[in-house]
Every structure is written in structure tokens, then in C-alpha cells.
């Protein structure tokens, strides 16, 4: 029986790099096939996209409560008005925090 010969490793040995990144051509990946990937998360995306448009849409609600609260409450002293709108501007913040939390979670 003759001598064995030592195992090769399938690496490239230090000597041999192997080719750099921006030398391998690129290859054609079409939307469609990326879009196949997120499938079975649609639902998913589909609530975290809910909640964003939610929480956007309640963000731009708050100045304009802030302007009737400035104009109608505390101009015109109107306490009753003014602590409804403080009240919602309070709530707006929590609902908020609470959307940011929920899409964190998603």
C-alpha cells in the first residue's frame, strides 16, 4: 500500500484569493421574484403599514388642536373647551406611543 496523500482543504489557501465582489457579474433579479419572498408576510405588513398611516394621521391632528385650544380656550377663556383639548392632545400622545410600541412588536 502505497503512502496516503494528505486531504486538500476546499478553501482557497491564503495565497489564492478568491475574486473580489465587484468582479463577479451581476445577475438579473426581477421585483417579482422579491416580492414572492415577502408572501407569506403579508399580513404583517399589511397591519404594520395600517399603523403607520394611523399614527401619521393622528400626528397631524394635534396642531390643529393646539390652534383651538390657543384661539377658542385660552383666548376667548373658554376652560371647559380647553381642557377638551388639552385632554386630546394628552390622549393623542398616548395612542401614539402605544402605535409605536404595536410596530415595534410587529
Not at 414572492?36 to 404594520?48: D, K, N, T
Not at 386630546?88 to 410600541?101: H, P, Q, R, W
Amino acid at each position: 500500500m502505497g503512502a496516503r496523500q494528505p486531504r486538500r482543504s476546499r478553501r482557497a489557501s491564503p495565497s489564492e484569493p478568491g475574486p473580489r465582489p465587484e468582479d463577479i457579474p451581476d445577475r438579473h433579479v426581477s421585483l417579482r421574484r422579491i416580492g414572492r419572498l415577502f408572501i407569506p408576510y403579508r399580513l404583517r405588513l399589511g397591519l404594520l403599514l395600517g399603523l403607520i398611516v394611523l399614527g401619521s394621521i393622528l400626528s397631524v391632528a394635534s396642531p390643529f388642536l393646539l390652534r383651538e385650544a390657543i384661539n377658542k380656550g385660552i383666548i376667548k377663556h373658554d376652560l371647559t373647551l380647553l381642557s377638551w383639548l388639552v385632554g386630546g392632545m394628552i390622549a393623542l400622545a398616548i395612542i401614539n406611543g402605544v402605535i409605536g410600541v404595536a410596530q415595534t412588536w410587529i
